[in-house]
């Protein structure tokens, strides 16, 4: 059986995750996309097949959008 640890996401991108796989098959939670995704980012990085997904310049917007919302 394997094990499983708890990711908190916001709950405005769960509900957009619900309704989008609403339409499609294959996913019966949140939980088993958002695996699915991450097994493929995780994936192609380590097959070193994509470039960093983000420069120091993405960063650092990102840094100021997380800040400007309370999260940093």
């Known amino acids: 059986m394997p094990k499983y640890t708890t990711v908190s996401i916001p709950t405005t ?3 957009r995750i ?3 796989i609403e339409r499609k098959e294959g996913f019966k939670s949140a939980s088993d996309y958002v695996t699915y995704v991450l097994r ?3 994936a192609m990085h380590e ?4 470039p960093d997904p983000f420069t120091s310049e993405d960063v650092e917007k990102i840094k100021v959008r997380l800040r400007a919302l309370g999260y940093l």
């Open 13 to 15: 991108l769960h509900r």
């Open 18 to 20: 619900m309704k989008m």
């Open 40 to 42: 493929e980012i995780v």
């Open 47 to 50: 097959t070193e097949k994509v």
